[in-house]
């Protein structure tokens, strides 16, 4: 018989992410602040979406009646399509502006006009837009961010073609963005970008869009830490902490081998 000297200690195995540490306590600090902002927020919207007057603040009044006017609704859609007509009045909104004699140039103008134009139709520019429209008039504010896209779709003989490359304009709910009220601007202030994805839309993101190269190796990572950890049980885990407890070193498993 023959006895391994390998030793598994089971809280080895998460290994502090610093950088993902300070992100999230950053996230924490400044959700906490915008706290109050958010209440209104959501008072807002229910009353932008009520039914009736038993899902709002007017809950509480002494009526015998439930029944509410969407006039806050009304005025909200009228405010969309105000704006979004003007923003779009017609499919050859885009203008270029030339700051250079070289841009100037006709030939110049015309091509990126004509390039951005097939940017902005086939990357849904328009309802990204009247997206961030809602966001201003529900919440105040509106971000976006931009993106690089490559998107692919099946060829009638099965064969991989590109669909769409470009720059691509991204919405962020307010409700996923954080960022420093001290900074002097918004454009010079600390900000944290809230996304949720699963693994397969996160590998998908990796193929088709430029710049998220270096994330394979965090999800290998991720992967590897997952399958390590899922292969102890509960009771394992709740035994190494008895252990540290009763004054003991770590747990560790001794595999003997015949």
């Known amino acids: 018989m023959t006895t391994s000297d390998k030793v598994v200690e089971l809280k080895g195995l998460l290994v502090k992410d610093t950088e993902a540490d300070w992100v999230s306590n950053l996230w924490t600090k400044w959700d906490n602040q915008r706290a109050g902002k958010v209440e209104e927020w959501l008072e807002a919207e229910k009353y932008i979406f009520a039914t009736d007057t038993t899902t709002t603040t007017n809950n509480k009044l002494p009526w015998t009646h439930k029944t509410t006017t969407p006039k806050l609704t009304q005025i909200r859609d009228n405010l969309h399509a105000n704006y979004l007509s003007s923003l779009f009045p017609n499919d050859k909104w885009l203008t270029w502006i030339a700051y250079t004699k070289d841009a100037a140039k006709k ?152």
């Open 107 to 258: 030939s110049k103008a015309e091509t990126i006009r004509s390039y951005m134009e097939n940017k902005t139709r086939e990357g849904k520019f328009r309802n990204t837009v009247s997206h961030l429209l809602y966001d201003y008039i529900d919440k105040g504010n509106a971000f976006t961010m931009p993106t690089f896209e490559t998107r692919y779709k099946d060829g009638p003989l099965g064969q991989r073609v590109t669909d769409f490359v470009g720059p691509k304009a991204i919405r962020i709910d307010p409700n996923d963005i954080v960022f420093s009220a001290h900074a002097a601007d918004f454009e010079s202030a600390s900000k944290v970008v809230r996304s949720r994805k699963s693994l397969g839309e996160l590998k998908k993101l990796i193929q088709t869009h430029t710049g998220f190269e270096d994330w394979e190796t965090y999800l290998e990572k991720r992967t590897s830490l997952h399958n390590a950890a899922l292969s102890y049980s509960a009771a394992d885990w709740t035994k190494a902490s008895m252990y540290e407890v009763d004054g003991l070193a770590p747990y560790k498993n001794t595999t003997a081998a015949m």
